[in-house]
């Protein structure tokens, strides 16, 4: 699943390229895909509306149409969101959005077809609203920060709440923990405060070590110009079970938590399973 970098990789890209353009058409593929709209209010409120940003919300990726309309779109699993040729299709096309005097079309390709769209009059409305610390925001500060270990749940698992903190998935939050040097298993809690400071400071570098390298491709992401991520030549422990650790040489191991697959390093993250 594309996490924040990937998300941010492809906001970047479709906003350089297609930021005051105007839209043209929308050739609507799958109209499951629209959660809170009908297709017929879809055109009706983005008709001749100029597309004037591409934003990112946690792993949202945001369309902001003139007339205060903003097109929020989660990519979920094996989704991509191209430019293409007008003329060319995808293989799973869900919904594309064509642009007057414009040789480009914005389009969701989407495999598993379990991405969504909402359309939106604000950017404080579900299911942006209630999502947690963005992490480059100005919101993002220690005092705010502190405040997401109040849980029993484990480290792990209130990293991945996007309610909590918004924009990390499994990749990410593996590599996180790994550099802090944590037992991915500790109670939110009880995580102390030099931990959690490390981890303060460790999220937005790691984010946009991913970022400066376009995203991680292991499976199928692409960015908006069909290229893929390099950020999965500096993973540390990720999908790395059974390799020596970076760090100390002990096996990297892999345990499930909440049902996802958590890398880690017994030694230096002072993990046993017991
Ligand atoms: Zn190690």
Known sequence: MPELPEV???????????????????????????????????????????LERVTRRGKYIVLEFSGVNFVAIHLRMSGRLLSLDPGDRADHERISFYFADHDRKITMDNTRRLGTLDLLGSLEEEPLDSLGLEPFADEYNWENFNEIFSTTRPVKVLLLDQDRIT????????????RAGLDPTTPGEEVSQEDRKSLFKLIPRVLTEAINNKGTTLNDYQDSSGKRGNFQDFLRVYGKEGDPCPNCGSEIVRIEQG??????????????DD
């Open 259 to 272: 049902g996802r697959s958590t890398f880690l390093c017994p030694s230096c993250q002072n993990w046993d």
């Open 167 to 178: 924009g990390l998935g499994n990749i990410y939050v593996s590599e996180i923990l790994f």
């Open 8 to 50: 941010e990789t492809i906001v970047n890209g479709l906003h350089v390229e297609f930021k005051d353009k105007k839209l043209e058409k929308i050739e609507l593929s799958d109209p499951t895909l629209l959660r809170n709209v009908s297709e017929e209010e879809l055109r009706e409120r983005l008709a001749g509306k100029r």
